[in-house]
């Protein structure tokens, strides 16, 4: 009997089967979980584990994050702090002169206080130092994107280049100035995101992916797309996996953009390997909060509803009637995540995913829905009546990740992101990052719950570490529509995280990105990260 099949019996600890029950031992065959609470003398073919005192709990899931899009969005230049043209073109031109060549260039990260005003002259200062060089650089939020005119000439961006459904192109005299808003930074991705191989992506792919396993993540949902269009790579994570240096579980969809792509989702069944799985599809239904673009009922500080990327009928076209696309979805049983922030933008899915239900007596698809900034009580109470078949995933990272927002939302953004009254109606809430739209200072799973239990001021409530638990484990697992994670049942997955304390005892005001100490992973049985070893994965 090999190691990699012997059974492991892990002893001497606080072995949570969830988030709120503990159990005196755990036994691990075949990468799963075959019993709790057995007779030790009974297992003495067994490996033995012992945890000397440690706690141990269900893996934890990061169920929204874009760790291979960020692999490609920081391969270039990291523009994370640069917020004026200057200081991006100065970046960039740093950047650039270490990665000589004529090869496409990627940055990430950069943020402005005014999309729209974006001009010609900036894109000049960008031009002058990028010259013939294809370039593309994605703000921090992900959802706006700039290139350069090198760019725009391959992608054959001009003045009359029809705009995507709820994209913008910022133009100036009737000229694009590179500036790509929401979906029309597809009109750059779709043509020129092939030119970045997987070479360039792998090593910060990698690179987050070990982060993640060290900081206490066993799984990850990764979207593998973005506004700016698919960023699938899954079969490089499978050839990590064959390689032996995967150290996550990868939960991967398939970002599609209307009824005319949806079907794609289609091709990624039967790839599956114990690491790699595809759980279907991905949609954005409004745009992003942090730029003003939360698509809602009530007129926001910018004098307009945000902007949505479907319609509740065919007055944006066929594709993007949300009832058609959902009926679709429905009838290929294709699970899908939806990005959505504003109240109006849930009101169009709600009322489509109840259209749905009435047509074939309920719903047979797990649908999640993503973000949720402004959810109103009523559609918290709405969202219980799916009977588990529409599902959440939030982030109160949020709170202090966007705070002052109020200059779009005014008193509307201090009750953002309700994440314990979601859970408290009785809604599976998953706990996520949405690296790299979050920083990565507030990824761990420790920093999530200071934020969480602390709250994020009188309007928000504060969550318990129950609450942060299951919603890192049951919670995250239930937005991939599978069963066999997110607990250490027999039968399921054999998943877990081990601190060098019980996360119990640690008062909130304590917890942080290093404390406790994250001892180990374990993923199918196998270690996966060992704080020991000097170097992981």
Same mark, same amino acid.
């Given at each position: 009997?090999?190691?990699?099949?012997?059974?492991?019996?892990?002893?001497?600890?606080?072995?949570?089967?969830?988030?709120?029950?503990?159990?005196?031992?755990?036994?691990?065959?075949?990468?799963?979980?075959?019993?709790?609470?057995?007779?030790?003398?009974?297992?003495?073919?067994?490996?033995?584990?012992?945890?000397?005192?440690?706690?141990?709990?269900?893996?934890?899931?990061?169920?929204?994050?874009?760790?291979?899009?960020?692999?490609?969005?920081?391969?270039?230049? &990291? =523009?994370?702090?640069?917020?004026?043209?200057?200081?991006? @073109?100065? /970046?960039? !031109?740093?950047?650039? #002169?270490?990665? *000589?060549?004529?090869?496409?260039?990627?940055?990430?990260?950069?943020?402005?206080?005014?999309?729209?005003?974006?001009?010609?002259?900036?894109?000049?200062?960008?031009?002058?130092?990028?010259?013939?060089?294809?370039?593309?650089?994605?703000? &921090? =939020?992900?959802?706006?994107?700039?290139?350069?005119?090198? @760019?725009? /000439?391959? !992608?054959?961006?001009? #003045?009359?280049? *029809?705009?995507?459904?709820?994209?913008?192109?910022?133009?100036?005299?009737?000229?694009?100035?590179?500036?790509?808003?929401?979906?029309?930074?597809?009109?750059?991705?779709?043509?020129?995101?092939?030119?970045?191989?997987?070479?360039?992506?792998?090593?910060?792919?990698?690179?987050?992916?070990?982060?993640? @396993?060290?900081?206490?993540?066993?799984?990850?949902?990764?979207?593998?797309?973005?506004?700016?269009?698919?960023?699938?790579?899954?079969?490089?994570?499978?050839?990590?996996?064959?390689?032996?240096?995967?150290?996550?579980?990868?939960?991967?969809?398939?970002?599609?953009?209307?009824?005319?792509?949806?079907?794609?989702?289609?091709?990624?069944?039967?790839?599956?390997?114990?690491?790699?799985?595809?759980?279907?599809?991905?949609?954005?239904?409004?745009?992003?909060?942090?730029?003003?673009?939360?698509?809602?009922?009530?007129?926001?500080?910018?004098?307009?509803?945000?902007?949505?990327?479907?319609?509740?009928?065919?007055?944006?076209?066929?594709?993007?009637?949300?009832?058609?696309?959902?009926?679709?979805?429905?009838?290929?049983?294709?699970?899908?995540?939806?990005?959505?922030?504003?109240?109006?933008?849930?009101?169009?899915?709600?009322?489509?995913?109840?259209?749905?239900?009435?047509?074939?007596?309920?719903?047979?698809?797990?649908?999640?829905?993503?973000?949720?900034?402004?959810?109103?009580?009523?559609?918290?109470?709405?969202?219980?009546?799916?009977?588990?078949?529409?599902?959440?995933?939030?982030?109160?990272?949020?709170?202090?990740?966007?705070?002052?927002?109020?200059?779009?939302?005014?008193?509307?953004?201090?009750?953002?992101?309700?994440?314990?009254?979601?859970?408290?109606?009785?809604?599976?809430?998953?706990?996520?990052?949405?690296?790299?739209?979050?920083?990565?200072?507030?990824?761990?799973?420790?920093?999530?719950?200071?934020?969480?239990?602390?709250?994020?001021?009188?309007?928000?409530?504060?969550?318990?570490?129950?609450?942060?638990?299951?919603?890192?484990?049951?919670?995250?697992?239930?937005?991939?529509?599978?069963?066999?994670?997110?607990?250490?049942?027999?039968?399921?997955?054999?998943?877990?995280?081990?601190?060098?304390?019980?996360?119990?005892?640690?008062?909130?005001?304590?917890?942080?990105?290093?404390?406790?100490?994250?001892?180990?992973?374990?993923?199918?049985?196998?270690?996966?990260?060992?704080?020991?070893?000097?170097?992981?994965?």
């Amino acid at each position: 009997m090999n190691a990699q099949t012997m059974p492991k019996l892990f002893v001497n600890g606080h072995i949570y089967q969830n988030a709120a029950s503990l159990v005196d031992n755990l036994l691990v065959k075949d990468g799963l979980v075959a019993a709790v609470n057995v007779n030790p003398s009974e297992h003495k073919d067994a490996e033995v584990v012992d945890l000397a005192g440690a706690a141990a709990y269900p893996g934890f899931c990061d169920s929204h994050v874009h760790l291979v899009e960020s692999g490609l969005m920081f391969s270039g230049a &990291d =523009l994370r702090g640069k917020d004026t043209p200057e200081k991006i @073109a100065q /970046a960039v !031109a740093v950047a650039m #002169a270490s990665h *000589p060549g004529d090869a496409p260039f990627f940055g990430g990260a950069f943020t402005v206080t005014d999309y729209d005003a974006w001009s010609l002259a900036d894109l000049a200062r960008i031009d002058a130092v990028t010259g013939d060089r294809i370039v593309l650089i994605v703000d &921090d =939020l992900g959802h706006n994107m700039l290139v350069n005119s090198a @760019a725009m /000439a391959k !992608a054959g961006i001009t #003045a009359a280049t *029809p705009v995507p459904s709820g994209g913008k192109v910022v133009v100036e005299d009737g000229k694009p100035t590179g500036m790509l808003r929401e979906e029309a930074m597809t009109l750059a991705g779709n043509p020129l995101l092939p030119l970045f191989n997987e070479g360039i992506i792998l090593p910060g792919t990698l690179q987050f992916m070990n982060a993640w @396993a060290s900081m206490g993540y066993t799984a990850i949902v990764d979207l593998m797309g973005a506004p700016i269009g698919r960023v699938n790579h899954a079969d490089m994570c499978r050839e990590m996996e064959r390689k032996g240096i995967l150290p996550l579980r990868v939960n991967y969809n398939y970002t599609f953009f209307g009824l005319d792509d949806l079907d794609g989702g289609l091709e990624e069944r039967g790839k599956d390997t114990d690491l790699v799985r595809f759980i279907g599809n991905k949609l954005f239904i409004d745009g992003a909060y942090t730029a003003g673009q939360a698509w809602t009922t009530w007129e926001n500080a910018k004098g307009d509803h945000g902007l949505h990327t479907v319609a509740a009928d065919d007055s944006m076209g066929k594709s993007q009637n949300i009832n058609r696309i959902i009926a679709r979805l429905e009838e290929l049983g294709l699970n899908c995540h939806y990005h959505i922030q504003g109240d109006q933008a849930l009101d169009a899915t709600l009322d489509a995913l109840a259209a749905a239900a009435a047509k074939t007596g309920g719903l047979k698809c797990v649908h999640t829905l993503i973000h949720l900034a402004f959810p109103r009580p009523d559609q918290i109470k709405r969202i219980t009546t799916f009977k588990g078949k529409v599902v959440a995933t939030m982030q109160p990272g949020f709170w202090q990740a966007e705070a002052g927002l109020e200059r779009y939302y005014g008193d509307a953004n201090n009750a953002s992101y309700p994440v314990k009254e979601m859970i408290d109606a009785g809604v599976s809430v998953g706990m996520s990052t949405d690296f790299g739209v979050s920083p990565l200072e507030l990824s761990a799973p420790t920093k999530i719950m200071n934020i969480a239990m602390i709250g994020g001021g009188a309007s928000r409530t504060p969550l318990s570490m129950q609450d942060v638990i299951a919603g890192l484990t049951q919670g995250s697992a239930a937005t991939t529509g599978r069963n066999d994670c997110g607990a250490l049942d027999p039968g399921k997955k054999a998943d877990m995280v081990v601190y060098e304390r019980d996360l119990y005892a640690v008062p909130a005001s304590e917890l942080s990105k290093n404390n406790p100490k994250v001892l180990a992973t374990y993923i199918s049985g196998r270690k996966a990260f060992d704080s020991s070893l000097k170097k992981n994965g």
